[in-house]
C-alpha cells in the first residue's frame, strides 16, 4: 500500500459504491469525498483500521459556494502519526441541514466545530455545546458567508442612561472603488 | 513653634493630591502600549482599577472586550480619565469597519486621544499634560 491510489481503493472496498463519491490526488495527500450520512462511518473507519491509524484530526474547515444547491463543503483533515501519512476528507452540505459531529469519534473536534457553526453557520447534530467560539454572540450573522457585508451587520454602543449596551444595524456604507480611483488619478 | 504645618481646604488638598499623584491603569488590548513607551513617559502604573486615576486603553477594541473596558471604566472612582492611546482605540486603525471592532468612544466616555500606529513617547507625555493642564 505504498502508493495514494492503492491506499484510496483499499478505502473505498470498505465502504459502499455511493458512500465514497470522488478521490483525488494533490500534492502527494489523498483526498476523498464523502457522503454526509458516510461520514462518522468513514472517519471511525480511518481511525480504528490497522491500515490507517488516522489517529489524529488535525483541522476541519469549511468553504462557502454561494451558487451552488448545496453551499458548503467541510474539509476534515486527519493525520497518522504513525505511518506518516495525511488524507482530507471533503464533504458537500446544504445552508439548512445539520451535519452529524464528529465529537463522540475525535473529541477535539467540537471546537472545530462551533468555529464552522459561528463563521458559516453550519449547523451540528448531537453537538454538545454550539454557542459561538471566539466572536460576541452580539456581532450577529456568518462573517464567512461570501454574502456578509464587509463591515459587519451590527454595531455596539453603550447608552449611559440605561446603563446597558445597545446593539443596533449597521447602514450599510457605499464601497469606494479603489481600483477605479487610483486609475483616475493616473491620468490626470 | 515649628512652622511643620499649613491650613488649607479639604478639597483643595486632595484636588491637589490627585493633581499630582496620577495613577494609569493600562488595558492593553493591542501592541500599542508596549511600543509607545508609555513607561518611559514616567506615570506610576496601577493595575487595580480601585486606585486608578486614568484609563489607558490601547488596540482594538472588539465586541467581546467592550464589556470589560466598561467594567473596569465603572470600577474607578469618580476623579476619572480615559486615555486612549493608537489609532486602533481612535476608530479601530487597521481593523476599522470589521465586524467585530468598536470605537473606544462608543463604549466610554475618552477625554483624549492619542493618534499614531504606535503613537511616540512623547505624544504620550503631551497627552498627559494636556489631560493635567485641564486640571480634571
Redo the contacts between chains.
Sequence with gaps: MESLDDFGQYVSLHFAKQDIVGREKAFGCLTLTVLRAALVRTVSFLRDDAACRFTQLTDITAVHYPNRAEEFVLLYRLTSPMLNRRICLKMQTARDVAVASLGGVFPNAVWYEREIREMFGVSFENHPDLRRL???E??G?F?LRKD??????N????D?KTES?VVSEKQPEPQKNLIALNLAGESE | MEMNFFAASLEKLSAWAQKNAIAAMPLPLGCCLGESGAVQAGIPVCYNPRQADILVVAGAV???A??VV?RVYDMMPAPKAVVSVGNCALNGGLFA????V?RLA????VDCFVKGCPPTAADFAAALADLKGKGR
Design positions: 471566539l466572536i460576541d452580539s456581532v450573522g462573517p456578509f457585508p464587509k463591515a459587519g451587520k454595531k455596539l454602543s453603550y449611559e449596551f | 472588539s465586541f467581546k467592550a464589556p466598561r469597519d470589521s465586524y467585530a468598536v462608543d463604549i466610554v466616555p
